[in-house]
């Protein structure tokens, strides 16, 4: 594409293509507009993304390194008259801080390990030439892996058996090996079956582009241990931790959830710890429903641990016995999925490309055009840009911004085993000490294709106090083996890295000095749903659109008209050699260990 | 607007799908009329299966087809080897899983499979046995699924513990599904049945009786296993106390207890030359083979019921031949022999007495705790605590106070008597729609009750004023009451069973609101009758009293018949005995 120049039109520029930008990129293209999609990063989805182990590796690295000073190259001669330029921060560090990694596994396979093995697969280098500017259509896989620049970690070419995952501990160099089955996302969320981002997958047919799985259990950490909290009504029947009295209170108490009741609002304003206690449910009860069920602090007020609760309630039995789906190959799908639809309604897509600049129409205080980081102008209705490429100059307020403290873990097991090794678990912990955060833990097993076989992946999110290391470490060695808790029973830990990464819920869109037809959109918030994201595309989309729907159902492919296609020339499928098929079933889908959303 | 996709409009779309409609009908009707022809000219050929195949993969419930295709693959197996047969059998099972799909619930497709499955030579019933599970695991109460794994499990000898195992994964998954629930009613006795040895002493049978029945015995549950079912059901009913499932199961576990089939009561009557026999259910004694044997002579007598309108009845009366047990000074001993099941009772009218009567009384039968009578009564106590547990936090859930009063029932039904009332009170309010029902069963259980004190007072005299009354039941037991008094209760007839109170003399029913008789039937010895304040309202009403002959004392006062013109002289003409009438 070097030597190709973009068309110099759109309606609209879009920068990063996190899940909002890219939700966003969808709507618009899809109701017609001509969009240009934009990341300066080499690979899809921003903050949201989903790594292989050596991409991570990485991308580690990149965040390690001393940001380099920028290099602001003048783009004054492409000026008109009446015309100003905004420079757009061209640096991508300030969202990520303070990188940390710890291996506790031994760097080289043990002796006798190797002997045994046999060559089935070799794995294969990662791609050292990253499309810089793709188009991803249906035919094309969006995997990540194709965009990433070669790993820097040389991947040694030894053999591995894949089928019987070993009993000796897995060490760094198989890790390595093994580095492509990992899709290690650097947010921890998982997906409300009745959130807004479930509703949209559904709404407008982009579900069909990416399988989920259920989230089987809800775990707690609870006086050291960690136990199951049974939330659907057949966890209640099944569990041995209640006695019959407790499973009758708590269900009662969710049934009577599920309504606005007289008694809820009389304790409008005062805790919803205060509320629980009042119902005289008993310790345990207690427990599940302030941190497990509602995920709220003790001082949240009643009416909001009720609405939190009521979501969780409304979310439960839609397709399993827990809230929660998590997408197959990790949360980095998402913003691919709607990437991919709005490249099927035109959208054009460039990776590691970049606007440098906005071109201000200094009569009518809008962005009239932007330029590219190869100086091409292109003009625009609207722009839309990630929080991270406004300049601090421009920022209005000067509060400090907020961070979110992230962990992810490679274990050796899960941290409740059971009969099943497809479990994939929401874990809450509440807080060590009043008025700490509490901490948000998923653990995925392989099944969810996120970690290789023998092994669990292990996302801990927090509000951040402090580096992310300090926030979590504690946690960490009271759950698992680590060489601080080496005579700890739970799994132990591989390998582990933490990072700090910009909250994204403490953006103001009104607290930046931009042109009115300039959008902020922000990277991840702390919240386990994504409602947050959607809420921003949505607005974005309608502050544009304000008559037009937002992310309409796409259309099957077989109903759209291409140029020439008249409703006389359709015939040409026809098989008529069975009278069975009476249904036309969709080709099956290209992953079939997921499961589809339907909607009801 | 530029850029935006054309879609074909919803009046394309429609136009093309109707087309496609009409050519697929099309298909449809001439492969139907090929299959239809070729089926009259009796050929049963490969293009046949295959024709019928199309069709039904397409529509299922096309049961002609499937005994046309049963008709070839009969035609079939007298012309192919056992390999053959074996791969088009296998061919037809895969198809059968397609229609399946198309209709998990297809009567015709589960059928032919159920067929096919039991004529394959080499049947594979492991895979039954998971399509099955499949079909559950999508609907869990596809009880075609159900029946048809029935058969699998029977024709593959299915070990027991593992058929409970799969209940218990199914009550896991579902605790609702009262199919499972009832397939474990099936499995636990014959897994664990009770220990051999004679179960609680209330039980103890009579020494007449045969040994329980290997049927009856296979029924029971032994003890530890049954402490576990407790405990799981128990589990069901808290985390719902609405559904409905686990409480049956949980009445199923607490009384499987079948009553003694017996002789209750033989009474005879020298005035009237009559013996009357109550059973410990209804019977037919023209078809079980009643013997009356009079000081050891077998007597050839004529067995009816106490009503036309009963072929079966707990009640049979039979009159002796003129002047065989009329003279007072005689001793005579009668025996009933029962020869089907086979037991007897005897009977001794001793000298100078006018009747006599030989019976169990309803206290040493534990008659009335029957329902729930195989406990101990430690057991009960414990589950009566847990479910007045359930009752504080759920206090106005049926299911919850209708299985406390079954429970204080078994316990000490008088004793609860007073607790009992309130929870109905209770029911009626809480599930009005069913009030009826509980009032009846509420009758039901005042009259147990009231039977209760009567036998332990010792007398005949049966009364039950002012208790609600909305139905009669356990008439059976009344047999030798000769004073009834049912006033203040909210009847509406004598039913048909009235007429098993042989020896009613006064018959008390005031302030209720009867409009039927049919049960005061040939009652020899009833003199009385008393109706003041009821709804009988024609002559016709009246007819049945005509058929008692002793019948001196009739009141009336206060009912609508007493407006008919003429009344009296009718009432004259219909009840010529009557010489106290009050209208």
């Known amino acids: 594409m070097a030597a190709e120049d973009l068309p110099s039109e759109f309606d609209v520029v879009i920068l990063g293509t996190g899940l909002a930008e890219s939700v966003a990129a969808a709507a618009f293209s899809r109701v017609g507009q001509r969009v240009l999609h934009l990341d300066r990063r080499s690979y899809y989805a921003a903050n949201w993304a989903s790594f292989t182990f050596n991409a991570l590796l990485t991308w580690i690295q990149q965040h390690q390194e001393e940001p380099q000073p920028e290099e602001v190259q003048d783009w004054s001669s492409l000026l008109e008259e009446g015309e100003e330029l905004i420079y757009l921060s061209q640096s991508d560090s300030a969202s990520i801080r303070n990188v940390q990694v710890f291996c506790y596994t031994s760097e080289e396979d043990e002796e006798e390990e190797e002997a045994l093995n046999t060559t089935e697969e070799e794995p294969k280098p990662d791609s050292a030439d990253p499309q810089a500017q793709t188009e991803p259509g249906p035919e094309e896989a969006s995997h990540t892996e194709g965009d990433e620049p070669e790993s820097l970690q040389l991947v040694p070419p030894a053999a591995q058996n894949q089928s019987e995952p070993s009993k000796k501990k897995i060490s760094y160099a198989h890790l390595v090996r093994e580095g492509r089955r990992f899709n290690i996302d650097l947010v921890s969320k998982l997906m409300y079956s009745r959130g807004s981002l479930v509703d949209l997958l559904i709404k407008s047919n982009v579900s069909r582009y990416a399988e989920f799985k259920n989230v089987t259990r809800i775990l707690t950490f609870r006086n050291g241990r960690v136990e199951q909290v049974p939330c659907s009504r057949s966890d209640v029947f099944a569990s041995r931790q209640l006695s019959v009295v407790e499973k009758r209170k708590l269900m009662r108490f969710l049934t009577s959830c599920a309504e606005e009741t007289e008694e809820q609002r009389a304790y409008n304003g005062r805790p919803y710890m205060e509320f629980l206690s009042d119902q005289k449910l008993g310790d345990n009860l207690q427990h599940f429903l302030l941190h497990s069920i509602a995920m709220v602090t003790e001082a949240t007020p009643t009416e909001e641990g009720l609405a939190a609760t009521r979501h969780f309630l409304r979310c439960l039995g839609r397709y399993g016995n827990t809230p929660f789906l998590f997408p197959v190959y990790g949360l980095g799908e998402i913003p691919q999925c709607f990437c991919r639809m709005c490249a099927v309604f035109g959208g054009i897509y460039c990776l590691r490309h970049s606007v440098s600049c906005l071109l201000l129409d200094t009569h009518s205080n809008r962005c009239k055009a932007v330029i590219d980081s190869r100086g091409q102008r292109i003009s625009c209705s609207h722009v839309v840009l990630e929080e991270g ?11 400090p911004p907020r961070f979110l403290s992230r962990a992810v873990l490679i274990t050796d097991r899960s941290i409740l085993p059971t009969d099943s090794e497809q479990q994939v678990s929401m874990v809450t912990v509440p807080p060590a000490a009043a008025g700490g955060p509490a901490v948000k833990m998923v653990e995925l097993s392989p099944s969810t294709m996120t970690c290789s076989p023998g092994t669990y992946l292990v996302h801990l999110t927090c509000p951040s106090i402090g580096p992310a290391h300090q926030d979590l470490s504690p946690l960490v060695t009271s759950m698992f083996r680590t060489p601080e808790s080496p005579d700890h029973e739970g799994p132990s830990v ?16 009104e607290g930046h000095d931009l042109p009115e037809n300039v959008y902020l959109s922000s990277g991840p918030d702390a919240e386990l749903g994504h409602d947050h994201a959607i809420r921003q595309a949505e607005s974005i989309f309608q502050k544009v659109l304000p008559e037009e729907e937002f992310c309409p159902p796409a259309p099957n492919p077989e109903d759209i008209l291409y140029d020439g296609d008249t409703l006389g020339d359709t015939a040409d499928g026809e098989t008529g050699d069975t009278i069975g098929d009476i249904t036309d079933k969709p080709p099956p889908p290209e992953r079939r260990d997921g499961q589809n959303l339907k909607s009801e | 607007m530029h850029g935006r996709v054309k879609v074909k409009s919803t009046a394309q779309q429609e136009e093309e799908k109707k087309k496609e409609r009409e050519k697929k009908l099309k298909i449809y009707v001439a492969a139907r009329d090929a299959c239809f022809s070729k089926r009259k000219e009796g050929i049963f050929d490969d293009e046949a299966l295959q024709i019928s195949q199309q069709l039904l993969s397409s529509n299922p419930d096309f049961a002609t087809l499937w005994n046309y295709r049963r008709e070839i693959l009969m035609h079939l197996e007298t012309v192919k080897d056992e390999d053959e047969l074996q791969k088009i059998y296998v061919a037809e099972l895969s198809f059968l899983e397609s229609c399946l799909k198309v209709n998990p619930k297809s009567y015709g497709s589960w059928h032919q499979r159920l067929w096919v499955s039991t004529r394959l030579p080499k049947p594979d019933w492991a895979r039954e046995l998971n399509l099955c599970d499949r079909c559950l695991s999508l609907d869990d109460r596809n009880f075609h699924c159900w029946d048809y794994r029935r058969m699998v499990v029977k024709m593959s000898s299915v070990p027991v513990d593992q058929e409970l195992a799969f209940t218990d994964r199914l009550i896991g998954s579902n605790f609702s599904n009262y199919s499972s629930w009832h397939y474990r009613s099936t499995l636990l006795p014959l897994l664990h049945p009770e220990s051999p040895e004679p179960p609680s002493p209330c039980r103890k049978p009579p020494q007449s009786s045969p040994p329980p029945s290997p049927q009856t015995l296979s029924h029971r549950v032994c003890e530890e296993q049954l402490l576990k079912e407790y405990e799981l059901v128990q589990n069901a009913f808290f985390t719902d106390p609405n559904d409905q499932s686990a409480w049956f199961y949980y009445r199923w576990l607490l009384g499987r207890a079948e ?12 005035d009237e030359e009559r013996v009357a026999v109550a059973f410990s259910r209804p019977v037919n004694a023209e078809a079980s083979g009643l013997l009356l044997v009079l000081d050891g002579q077998p007597q050839r ?6 009503h036309p309108r009963f072929k079966h009845s707990p009640v049979w009366i039979c009159d002796l031949p003129p002047g065989t047990i009329s003279d007072i000074p005689y001793e005579h001993n009668l025996t009933v022999h029962w020869t089907e099941k086979p037991t007897h009772r005897d009977c ?11 019976r169990d009384s309803a206290t040493d039968q534990e008659l009335f705790r029957s329902e729930l009578s195989v406990e101990k009564t430690s057991v009960l106590q414990s589950e009566l605590q847990s479910c007045n547990q359930l009752q504080e936090l759920e206090p106005l859930n049926k299911w919850c106070l209708l299985t406390i009063i079954l429970l204080m029932r078994a316990l000490d039904p008088l004793g609860y008597e007073k607790e009992t009332l309130a929870h109905f009170q209770t029911l009626k309010e809480v599930d009005s729609m069913r009030s009826a029902y509980y009032s009846d069963l509420c009758s039901k259980f005042m009259i147990e009750n009231t039977i209760l004190k009567m036998e332990y007072a010792e007398v005949r005299v049966f009364s039950i004023s002012d208790k609600n009354l909305t139905t009669l039941c356990h008439l059976d037991q009344l047999l030798l009451v000769t004073h009834i008094n049912l006033s203040s209760n909210q009847l509406q007839r004598l039913p048909p069973q009235f007429a098993m109170l042989q020896c009613l003399e006064v018959l008390e029913a005031d302030n209720n609101s009867i409009e039927n008789l049919e049960g005061v039937y040939h009652l020899p010895k009833l003199e009385e009758v008393l109706l003041k304040n009821n709804k009988i309202s024609s002559l016709s009403d009246l007819q049945p009293l005509a058929s008692c002959p002793m019948l001196k004392r009739l009141d009336l006062r206060g009912n609508p018949v007493t407006q008919t013109p003429d009344i009296e002289s009718k009432l004259a003409e219909l009840l010529p005995s009557v010489t106290n009438l009050l209208l």
Not at chain 1, 389 to 399: E, S
Not at chain 1, 494 to 509: I, K, Q, R
Not at chain 2, 259 to 270: A, F, G, K, L, Q
């Open chain 2, 348 to 358: 001794a009218l001793y000298t100078g007495r006018s009747e006599s009567w030989c």
């Open chain 2, 259 to 270: 009553r003694e089939e017996m002789i209750s009561c033989v009474y005879v009557s020298r």
């Open chain 1, 494 to 509: 591989l390998w582990s890295l933490f990072f700090n990464m910009a909250d994204g819920s403490g953006l103001e869109a």
């Open chain 1, 389 to 399: 490429f406004v300049g601090a100059d421009r920022k209005r307020t000067n509060t």
């Open chain 2, 301 to 306: 007598v004529e067995w009816r019921s106490v």
